[in-house]
């Protein structure tokens, strides 16, 4: 293997790996290591690469489209992220899960500029009974829409193809103090737990004989907000539990600070950056100084250039 994790994985896989089952022919396909969101794929081209560049690349594409408001361009980089989140072992029926969430922004958006475009001197869209939709309201909210789910799919990359581990190495790598990252990793962890304890209240609730699926939507929330009491009381109890043990290690009188680097750092022992990590950050660097440079210093990727909006406006303009 040739990965940074697989190599040291291999030999000790946590207990919540899972196979995957080939529903066709009930044969072990991938297997899968639990993570925040799931599981991620056991072996993947992305773990040839250090936590740290894994980090860094998702927060550079996440803020790239920050200077893009071109709709083609944000469209092309979402599906850049399906080829790699494809050639990564991921699954894309997991996107399912992020579904609702892409639809319920589009609607909003929309919905929003539709109902309040402010500007309305503009061309009209269209016009049905008392609703009147102005074509530059609309682009613009469809042109930062697309630029949220580039965003979105950037974070989505990095949380179904890293665990809570690799942030905790690509913060350690940088420094950043051991209170900080333990800080962190308790908040991933307890997020992670959470959701585990809400499956585990829905599992009983099922076993005992409840059925959700026909309930009105009132009653559904309704239900929902019976889970806060036990969800609550679990994690409070957790919460104490984390307090007790490390006061009885003897972590309480901690000195806060956000750099340190006078304590051994046992991860930075245990991976490497190599040159590709060095080439893939530059590249990715110098790829996002010069878009940021044509963006606001040359005034390119605005939300009215490009072919999305030339066509809809030769189709609208009166």
């Known amino acids: 293997m040739t990965s940074h994790e697989a190599a040291k994985d291999s030999v000790n896989l946590p207990v919540s790996d899972q196979t995957e089952v080939d529903q066709s022919g009930d044969q072990p396909t991938q297997r899968r290591k639990k993570t925040l969101f799931g599981y991620v794929p056991a072996e993947s081209w992305v773990y040839s690469f250090h936590p740290l560049t894994r980090l860094l690349i998702m927060v550079i594409f996440a ?6 408001l071109t709709t083609e361009l944000n469209v092309m980089l979402v599906g850049v992220w399906l080829v790699l989140l494809l050639t990564a072992s991921v699954s894309l029926q997991r996107l ?57 799919f950037a974070a989505i990359f990095y949380a179904t193809t890293n665990r809570e581990r690799d942030i905790i190495v690509a913060l350690r790598q940088l420094n950043i103090s051991f209170g900080v990252v333990y800080v962190l990793s308790l ?23 409840l059925e959700t699926g026909g309930m009105s939507v009132t009653n559904r929330v309704k239900h929902y907000v019976m889970y806060i009491v036990p969800l609550f009381t679990l994690a409070i109890r957790r919460i104490t539990h984390i307090e007790d043990a490390l006061f009885a290690r003897g972590y309480h009188n901690f000195e806060f600070s956000l750099f340190e680097s006078d304590r051994p750092n046992y991860l930075r022992t245990q991976y490497r950056m190599r ?18 440079y044509l963006a606001f210093f040359e005034g390119q990727f605005r939300y009215d250039q490009g072919i999305v909006y030339e066509y809809l406006w030769s189709v609208v303009k009166p």
């Open 63 to 68: 803020f790239l489209p920050l200077a893009v």
């Open 96 to 152: 399912r899960l992020f579904l609702p969430l892409i639809v319920t922004m589009f609607l909003f958006m929309m919905g929003t500029y539709l109902f309040f475009p402010g500007d309305t001197s503009g061309a009209v869209a269209f016009q049905t009974g008392f609703v009147t939709g102005y074509f530059e309201p609309l682009m613009f909210a469809f042109a930062n829409y697309w630029r949220i789910i580039a965003l979105v």
């Open 187 to 209: 908040a991933f962890r307890s997020a992670g737990l959470f959701l585990d304890d809400l499956s585990t209240i829905r599992e009983a609730e099922h076993a005992k004989g």
């Open 275 to 292: 040159v590709r990590d060095h080439l893939v950050i530059a590249g990715a660097v110098s790829v996002a100084l010069v878009v940021f």
